[in-house]
């Protein structure tokens, strides 16, 4: 893939650099990037990197960032920035959830939770981003079929968007979607999957 990035402060990955869970796919995106950016790289997982190979891959890329329904604080240009990363929620697992990760739509449940209070946070940052694989919100999901929509985004995150407000929400997952960027109220929303891009996604913080 083609890197329009020098000049960047930050890159940020929504999950699903693999499949299937071969982690040693990762490499060759890392390297990819490192030919063209320096900085610091920030990750969340997706779908294809399931729970049974995290902390291998982890282990394996220990300069990535990685944020797993957990936060972290940057500087960029002098200014605090707060990333919140999460795979994300479903409104309803997929069969292969169903079959593989027990008690799923209690863990999509907690999930949803857990992100409210990271965002609701007393906010004493410049940004706050929140990073998810799943779709957050409907918006940048038009161009998806309606019928596959539960398992593409939850609608409980998008209240969680509305009620806490972060500045930006960046996704994937939604390979279909033809509509990539949107805004809810204050919050600017990216579809950053690369099948429906077809390239990386530059976003201007400021």
């Given amino acids: 893939m ?24 990762y490499e060759p995106v890392l390297r990819g990037i490192r030919r063209a950016f320096a900085g610091k790289i920030v ?10 190979v995290k902390a291998s891959l982890f282990r394996a890329y ?5 944020l797993d329904d957990s936060e972290v604080t940057v500087e960029v240009e002098g200014r605090r920035v707060r ?17 593989h990760i027990p008690n799923i739509l209690e863990t999509y449940a907690e999930r949803v939770n857990l992100i409210r209070k990271l965002l609701k946070r007393t906010r004493d940052d410049d940004l706050v981003i929140l990073l998810s694989h799943y ?8 161009g998806e079929a309606q019928s596959i929509l539960p398992v593409v ?10 009620e806490t ?7 994937g997952h939604a390979h279909n979607a033809k509509k990539l960027y949107a805004r809810v109220g204050t919050t600017r929303l990216f579809n950053v999957a690369f099948p429906a891009k077809r390239s990386t996604t530059a976003v201007d913080l400021w």
Avoid: C, Y
Wanted: proline share 5%.
């Fill in 153 to 162: 985004m939850d609608e409980r995150m998008e209240g969680v968007v509305k």
């Fill in 165 to 171: 407000h972060p500045d930006i929400v960046i996704h």
């Fill in 43 to 52: 990750a969340t997982l997706g779908n294809e990197e399931n729970d049974s």
């Fill in 135 to 142: 779709a957050p919100v409907r918006a940048t999901t038009q």
């Fill in 83 to 99: 990333i919140v990363g999460t795979r994300g929620s479903l409104a309803q697992p997929t069969s292969w959830q169903r079959a």
């Fill in 62 to 66: 220990p300069d990535v960032v990685w």
């Fill in 2 to 25: 083609g890197l329009r990035v020098r000049g960047s402060s930050l890159f940020l990955l929504a999950g699903d650099m693999v499949l299937h869970s071969r982690i040693s796919q």
